[in-house]
């Protein structure tokens, strides 16, 4: 991805209000037991990542994300400047990862930090270990941009790594820039990943389901107790009545 | 040779027990000898902070040449006025006892108290409000009781406050030693000249002291109530300026618009803080006014995590609940088998998030007043059984059954079944009804 030239930089620096970008997307780790080849400083082999939710290609967003390991690794700083953003190590060890994602000029000059706790070993430790099957951890976040500049609107508005907002009427962005097809030559979804089998799925309807059950329980029971109010209410005037007379 | 070996444990279980730290530098500085791997990692190799004796130091043995015995012998205490004579073990050594006072007599202090004589009462301290009697009697007492007036007040055979004592004491001592110096200027340091004893402000600072400690625990929670207010409304007011910022230019030319602004928001704020009643602590246009700040702050970073924004959003809907509701709020959440923080935090699933909690918030106050109503109902009835029991109990004991009936699995409602028996004896006849009515609902 190159540069956009400062002129055109300005011109598109434009910012959308009321406009917000969201990118929906998993980071974690997957980790595998080294069975017999496991050596005791390096029993299990593990792999850190970000990656889109429906595992399309990041780069459109992010320029490069920046893995900050444990001190006792050699270059405990790793950066990796193409997606997908991952980096795969072997230890013993659980740590918390640092992640620092940078953005592509016209999205946010600001990074942004992420936290993850590299897990090795299963939850729930009686449990024989496989090196068939690894520990997967994930978690399902959204980076947001309010008020995002019109180049970055106009590049990703058709793109499926993020969802995009209904523009408010009267509202046009200007054509893609084409410097953006170049980057979309080169791979760098995860949708093929050899680890795409253990990735989790993160169903934003079923969650929808349960918040909806939930205050639905809620709502009801206030309506219950403004009854029950209401009906006390009504018992103290009688009784109010009755001691005044 | 390992552990597992010696416990005959088979190679290819792997060491869970062992300890999960990441792996230390491998090119680090030899350990020395006699610490164990694990220990040394855990140190990274720093030296230790506490001074470490060297073990061969320990071993050690004193001079062979002094011949030490321990011998039981009298002893004469200086600090004692009636020569009473003890006996202790004392270290000899080589046959000489040591000399010198009994060690401890050094720790017999008293208080150096002035003394005056008859002339000098008469010419520098007479007061109206003391006779020379009183005064005698209470440098006695001074005297007596190392200048503890708390003791001496006690004892005074006139009733006088501990501020008097101290106001009569201090000022007699004061103007003896200005008197007795030679000039003024001689004395200037002491400490009594220099800090003459205020009487007044002793005084407020008692009555202070026992306002602070006399207050209830719903007055120091009002404050505190007040004080995070406050605090809160500086706050959004700052957000609110800074949001202002960039418009700056195009409102600089009309500064009364900006201070418009200003009341407007002083308007929004102020009800709330002026609400006094627990019950009305969540006005609904003070939440929108902080959705919209914390919306302000939020575009300010220009990227942010959706997680994040919830967690704000959360706070500043919660900022004018108690600690102990935002816990019910949570354990209402959790009853419902909700997850406290959403497993797929998406713009939706967040903002119905908050809503089931805002509405859990209102649920809340709406059981508090009812509670309030049913108590206030039993005094009007005045019947005894019907007295209300400990807020707490009652409060969330039915409710989360309740949930737990509806929705919650059969091995959570086992586990709550304890609450219903010891909940029954002292609920009311309110809040049985409505019970009954979702037994056979389900």
Redesign the interface.
């Known amino acids: 991805m190159g540069k956009p030239e400062d002129g055109e930089k300005k011109i598109l620096s434009k910012k959308l209000k009321d406009v917000?970008i969201?990118v929906?997307i998993v980071y974690g780790n997957a980790a595998f037991?080294l069975g017999?080849k496991?050596s005791e400083?390096q029993?299990h082999k593990w792999t850190v990542y970000v990656r889109g939710a429906t595992n399309e290609d990041l780069g459109v967003v992010i320029k490069r994300a920046v893995f900050q390991l444990?001190s006792?690794?050699n270059n405990p700083t790793r950066v990796v400047e193409a997606p997908p953003f991952e980096l795969s190590e072997a230890?013993?060890?659980?740590?918390e990862i640092a992640i620092t994602l940078y953005?592509h000029s016209d999205?946010?000059?600001?990074p942004?930090n992420?936290y993850h706790h590299l897990k090795l070993?299963p939850e729930d430790?009686s449990g024989p270990?496989s090196t068939k099957k690894p520990v997967v951890v994930e978690l399902?976040?959204?980076?947001?941009?309010?008020?995002p500049s019109e180049s970055f609107a106009s590049r990703v508005q058709n793109h499926p790594v993020v969802?995009f907002p209904r523009l408010p009427a009267g509202f046009t962005l200007p054509p893609p820039v084409p410097a953006e097809d170049a980057s979309r030559k080169r791979r760098g979804d995860t949708k093929d990943h050899p680890l795409s089998q253990w990735f989790l799925n993160?169903?934003?309807a079923?969650?929808?389901l349960?918040?909806?059950?939930?205050?639905q329980?809620?709502?009801a029971?206030?309506a219950?107790?403004?009854r029950?109010?209401s009906?006390?209410?009504g018992?103290?005037q009688q009784?109010?009545s009755v001691?005044d007379q | 040779m390992d552990a597992k070996d010696i416990l005959g444990l088979p190679k290819?279980v792997?060491p869970?027990t062992q300890e999960?730290?990441?792996?230390?530098?491998k090119d680090s500085q030899r350990k020395p000898d006699g610490i164990s791997r694990e220990v040394y990692a855990l140190t990274g190799g720093v030296p230790p902070l506490m001074p470490s004796v060297d073990t061969s130091q320990l071993k050690k043995r004193p001079p062979t040449d002094e011949k030490v015995t321990w011998q039981w012998l009298p002893f004469t205490n200086s600090a004692r006025k009636d020569n009473l004579q003890l006996y202790h073990w004392v270290r000899v050594v080589n046959g000489v006892p040591p000399t010198g006072d009994y060690s401890f007599a050094k720790y017999n202090k008293s208080v150096d108290v002035v003394r005056y004589t008859d002339e000098e009462y008469e010419k520098f301290l007479t007061d109206p409000m003391w006779t020379k009697d009183e005064t005698d009697q209470l440098f006695d007492f001074c005297e007596r009781f190392d200048l503890r007036f708390i003791v001496i007040a006690d004892r005074f055979p006139s009733s006088r406050t501990v501020e008097e004592l101290k106001d009569r004491y201090y000022s007699v001592s004061r103007a003896i030693l200005v008197a007795r110096a030679p000039s003024p200027g001689d004395v200037s340091g002491n400490p009594l000249v220099k800090e003459p004893y205020n009487v007044s402000q002793e005084r407020e600072r008692k009555r202070a002291l026992s306002m602070v400690l006399s207050q209830t625990k719903q007055q120091e929670r009002k404050d505190a109530e007040v004080i995070a207010e406050a605090k809160r409304i500086t706050e959004s007011r700052m957000v609110a300026q800074s949001a202002d910022e960039p418009e700056l230019p195009v409102a600089s030319n009309s500064g009364l618009e900006n201070a418009e602004k200003a009341i407007v928001l002083g308007d929004n704020v102020s009800p709330s803080s002026n609400a006094q009643l627990p019950s009305a602590a969540v006005s609904p246009s003070t939440l929108i006014a902080d959705n919209a700040l914390t919306?302000a702050s939020?575009?300010m970073?220009?990227?942010?995590?959706?997680?994040y924004?919830l967690d704000q959003m959360i706070q500043a809907a919660s900022s004018s609940a108690g600690l102990r509701t935002i816990k019910r709020v949570e354990q209402?959440?959790q009853d419902?088998?909700?997850?406290l923080k959403?497993?797929?935090?998406?713009?939706?699933?967040c903002s119905?998030?908050l809503?089931?909690r805002k509405?859990?918030l209102?649920?809340l106050n709406?059981?508090k007043?009812?509670q309030y109503?049913?108590a206030?109902?039993s005094s009007?009835?005045d019947s005894p059984y019907e007295t209300p029991g400990t807020p707490k109990d009652r409060m969330f004991i039915p409710?989360s059954m309740?949930?737990g009936g509806?929705?919650v699995g059969k091995r959570d409602q086992k586990r709550k079944a304890p609450g219903r028996l010891t909940e029954a004896p002292s609920s009311p006849a309110?809040s049985k009804r409505?019970r009954k009515l979702k037994a056979s609902d389900l």
């Open positions: 917000e969201s929906p037991w017999k496991a400083y029993s444990h006792s690794f230890g013993w060890g659980e740590f953005f999205v946010s000059d600001k942004l992420l070993y430790e270990m399902y976040d959204e980076i947001v941009f309010p008020e969802s993160f169903s934003e079923d969650e929808l349960q918040l909806a059950a939930a205050r329980q809620v709502q029971h206030i219950k107790l403004r029950q109010i009906m006390i209410d018992q103290h009784s109010k001691s | 290819n792997h869970l999960k730290k990441s792996r230390p530098q919306l939020l575009r970073l220009r990227v942010y995590l959706r997680t924004a209402t959440l419902l088998g909700v997850n959403p497993r797929v935090p998406t713009k939706a699933v119905e998030h809503e089931l509405e859990i209102t649920l709406l059981q007043q009812l109503k049913e206030e109902g009007f009835r409710d309740s949930f509806e929705r309110q409505p």
